[in-house]
C-alpha cells in the first residue's frame, strides 16, 4: 500500500531523496509523514504534510535539513535530505493518516510501508 525507496549510503554533509509511492485509497484525502527508526530505538517523527500540501512540520533534528513534499496526481511522497549526518542513520519509512491535516504521533497514521534504509558514514 505504501513503499519508500530511495534510501542507500551516504557519507556526511550528503543528501539523498527519498519517495514513497502509495495507492489511491491509501493516499488521497490522507496526510502523509515520515519517521525514522534506528537500530535499538524507538520509530521517531522527522516531518509531516498536510493533504494539500499546504502545512507541514518538521522535527527539530532535521528542520532545515529535510523538505517533505508530495505529488497528489502521481500519488507520492517525497523525502529530500540535505547535510546529512551520522545520526540520521535508520530505517526510514513513510505513513498515511486517516485524515487530511497531519500531526507528529505516530499512532495517528494508519498506513504503513516496509521502509528504505539510510546509512551516513562520517
Known amino acids: 500500500q505504501l513503499q519508500a525507496s530511495g534510501g542507500g549510503l551516504v557519507q556526511a554533509g550528503g543528501s539523498l531523496r ?13 496526510a502523509m509523514g ?5 537500530p535499538g530505538k524507538e520509530r521517531e517523527f522527522v ?3 498536510s493533504w494539500l500540501g499546504g502545512s507541514f512540520y518538521y522535527a527539530p ?5 529535510f523538505s517533505i513534499s508530495r505529488d497528489n496526481a ?17 530505517r526510514y ?12 504521533d505516530r499512532r495517528d497514521y494508519y498506513y504503513w510501508g516496509q521502509g528504505t534504509l539510510v546509512t551516513v558514514s562520517s
Open 18 to 30: 527519498l519517495s514513497c509511492a502509495a495507492s489511491g485509497r491509501t493516499f488521497k484525502d490522507r
Open 34 to 38: 515520515w519517521f525514522r527508526q534506528a
Open 47 to 49: 516531518a509531516a504534510i
Open 61 to 65: 533534528s532535521v528542520k532545515g535539513r
Open 74 to 90: 502521481k500519488n507520492a511522497g517525497y523525502l529530500q535530505m540535505d547535510d546529512l549526518k551520522p545520526e540520521d542513520t535508520a
Open 93 to 104: 519509512f513513510c505513513a498515511a493518516m486517516n485524515r487530511r491535516d497531519w500531526t507528529n
